[in-house]
């Protein structure tokens, strides 16, 4: 399980892959619930980075 940084839920990997609720920053990959939280973290990845 990965945690989705927006809302700090457990997400499955490989349900968020299927998805497309997967995002890259820094050489990393981030997972997410939802669009929402993709989106937003998308806006200001360094933020959610940092704060994890
Ligand atoms: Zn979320």
Redesign the pocket.
């Known amino acids: 399980m990965a945690k989705?940084l927006?809302?700090?839920?457990e997400?499955d990997e490989d349900e968020a892959d299927a998805q497309g609720l997967v995002s890259e920053y820094e050489g990393e990959e981030y997972f997410?619930?939802?669009p929402?939280?993709?989106q937003?973290f998308e806006q200001n990845p360094g933020a959610y980075v940092k704060a994890q």
Request: glycine share 16%; net charge neutral.
């Open positions: 989705d927006v809302c700090g839920m997400v997410f619930c939802s929402g939280c993709k937003a």
